[in-house]
């Protein structure tokens, strides 16, 4: 890194040239020419630029921490550097949006006990909704919001239509409204009608069904209970390279009517701004599934049924790790960080007590077969393993 000269430097700051300049003069970085000059403890020429106004200086005093820098040099008309080499100067407070002063604090109190909702304060106040709900969070004050108080809707006309019998169509024509909104207020206070309940044949499955479900499941398969049906679901996406795969799930599943679609996201992912296609296996609801779907959600959340363990095979361990397994260097890694610790401990003793395969939990929660336990996991799960997945699995040592 170049040293910089002193007397070479500041002469040229003392001929009041900026940082860009200085650096160019010296040969230098800017960069390096700024930290040099904080060392010495000057000021930037856009500091030394200062109004020194004795009122000016005053009144940035008073709004500070009340306004932002940039507000603060609009209601001036000066620089916004202006303001923040004197707010730095003087040591005043930085502009916190979530910050309340005592006043509107014993106000948004007020106004939150008379039930008003984050947005009614937040106008009362002159103040964003999100910094009265930031104010909320941290004092433990549950939300007002309600959509009652936001919809259109007089609920007592809405009910006495709906128990009439009356279509979404003709209940919107009596209201004044659109269907959609008429829908959608339906839907969320649960105003369910009972000829819509649809009611799927039961259509038992095979032994085999079973163990992959159980498998598939405990991978990347999920059921879901819709409110216009009384029985649940199954469905599982893949990436396109995967589509193979997922051709073969849905052969499997077909007399159970499952479909494979194409599907391609109309929104790009915000990490990387890629419009990710994927394949999807899904089952129609069946009555069949209610069983397992008590099973696997017993509290809403996805676990690892211990009472399904006694149907779980080979089959059942191949498909888990076709779904969500990988090949380490020198064992196997398989996805279960969507479990809870306690729920993955229980299953570990399973493969232990049930196959001999000794595992260990990382820390993300994703279960890791041991070096020494490979062998005998490549032999339990290959004859179940598809052509197009072979390249997940070890080939088998030999002794």
């Given at each position: 890194?170049?040293?910089?000269?002193?007397?070479?430097?500041?002469?040229l700051?003392?001929?009041?040239?900026?940082?860009?300049?200085?650096?160019?003069?010296?040969?230098?970085?800017?960069?390096?020419?700024?930290?040099?000059?904080?060392?010495?403890?000057?000021?930037?020429?856009?500091?030394?630029?200062?109004?020194?106004?004795?009122?000016?200086?005053?009144?940035?005093k008073?709004?500070?921490?009340?306004?932002?820098?940039?507000?603060?040099a609009?209601?001036?008309?000066?620089?916004?550097?202006?303001?923040?080499?004197?707010?730095?100067?003087?040591?005043?407070?930085?502009?916190?949006?979530k910050?309340?002063?005592?006043?509107?604090?014993?106000?948004?109190?007020?106004?939150?006990?008379q039930?008003?909702?984050?947005?009614?304060?937040?106008?009362?106040?002159?103040?964003?909704?999100?910094?009265?709900q930031a104010?909320?969070?941290?004092?433990?004050?549950?939300?007002?919001?309600?959509?009652?108080?936001?919809?259109?809707?007089?609920?007592?006309?809405?009910?006495?239509?709906?128990?009439?019998?009356?279509?979404?169509?003709?209940?919107?024509?009596?209201?004044?409204?659109?269907p959609?909104?008429?829908?959608?207020?339906?839907?969320?206070?649960?105003?369910?009608?009972?000829?819509?309940?649809?009611?799927?044949?039961?259509?038992k499955?095979?032994?085999?069904?079973?163990?992959?479900?159980?498998?598939?499941?405990?991978?990347?398969?999920?059921?879901?209970?819709?409110?216009?049906?009384?029985?649940?679901?199954?469905?599982?996406?893949?990436?396109?390279?995967?589509?193979?795969?997922?051709?073969?799930?849905?052969?499997?599943?077909?007399?159970?009517?499952?479909?494979?679609?194409?599907?391609?996201?109309?929104?790009?992912?915000?990490?990387?701004?890629?419009?990710?296609?994927?394949?999807?296996?899904?089952?129609?609801?069946?009555?069949?599934?209610?069983?397992?779907?008590?099973?696997?959600?017993?509290?809403?959340?996805?676990?690892?049924?211990?009472?399904?363990?006694?149907?779980?095979?080979?089959?059942?361990?191949?498909?888990?790790?076709?779904?969500?397994g990988?090949?380490?260097?020198?064992?196997?890694?398989?996805?279960?960080?969507?479990?809870?610790?306690?729920?993955?401990?229980?299953?570990?003793?399973?493969?232990?007590?049930?196959?001999?395969?000794?595992?260990?939990?990382?820390?993300?929660?994703?279960?890791?077969?041991?070096?020494?336990?490979?062998?005998?996991?490549?032999?339990?799960?290959?004859?179940?393993?598809?052509?197009?997945?072979?390249?997940?699995?070890?080939?088998?040592?030999?002794?």
């Amino acid at each position: 890194m170049k040293k910089i000269n002193k007397e070479k430097f500041l002469e040229l700051y003392n001929q009041g040239k900026k940082d860009t300049e200085i650096a160019v003069e010296l040969n230098v970085e800017r960069k390096l020419v700024g930290k040099y000059r904080k060392t010495l403890g000057l000021q930037s020429q856009k500091e030394k630029s200062i109004i020194h106004d004795f009122e000016y200086i005053n009144k940035v005093k008073e709004l500070a921490g009340i306004f932002s820098d940039r507000i603060i040099a609009a209601k001036l008309n000066v620089n916004i550097y202006q303001v923040k080499a004197i707010r730095n100067l003087y040591n005043l407070p930085k502009y916190n949006s979530k910050v309340i002063n005592k006043d509107k604090e014993d106000k948004l109190i007020e106004l939150y006990n008379q039930g008003k909702m984050d947005t009614e304060i937040g106008k009362i106040l002159g103040i964003k909704s999100a910094t009265v709900q930031a104010y909320r969070s941290t004092h433990n004050m549950p939300t007002k919001f309600t959509y009652d108080k936001i919809s259109k809707i007089d609920n007592d006309k809405f009910e006495k239509l709906f128990k009439q019998g009356l279509s979404d169509y003709v209940i919107a024509k009596e209201l004044n409204m659109s269907p959609d909104g008429v829908h959608s207020h339906r839907v969320r206070h649960n105003y369910i009608r009972k000829e819509n309940l649809r009611i799927n044949k039961a259509i038992k499955l095979t032994s085999f069904q079973k163990q992959v479900l159980i498998g598939t499941m405990l991978g990347d398969s999920n059921m879901r209970l819709s409110k216009n049906c009384v029985s649940p679901r199954v469905s599982c996406a893949h990436g396109v390279k995967q589509k193979e795969y997922c051709e073969y799930k849905t052969e499997i599943f077909k007399s159970l009517g499952a479909k494979c679609n194409y599907h391609k996201r109309n929104v790009a992912d915000k990490r990387n701004g890629i419009c990710y296609e994927d394949y999807t296996m899904s089952i129609p609801a069946n009555p069949e599934f209610s069983f397992y779907y008590n099973s696997f959600y017993p509290n809403g959340k996805k676990i690892i049924p211990l009472n399904l363990l006694n149907q779980f095979t080979e089959v059942s361990l191949a498909f888990m790790f076709m779904d969500d397994g990988t090949k380490t260097s020198n064992g196997y890694s398989i996805a279960t960080m969507c479990f809870d610790k306690e729920n993955i401990i229980e299953f570990k003793k399973f493969l232990a007590n049930k196959y001999h395969i000794e595992t260990t939990i990382h820390k993300n929660n994703s279960l890791y077969i041991k070096a020494n336990s490979r062998n005998l996991f490549t032999h339990l799960i290959s004859p179940y393993i598809i052509d197009c997945i072979k390249y997940k699995i070890h080939s088998l040592v030999t002794s």
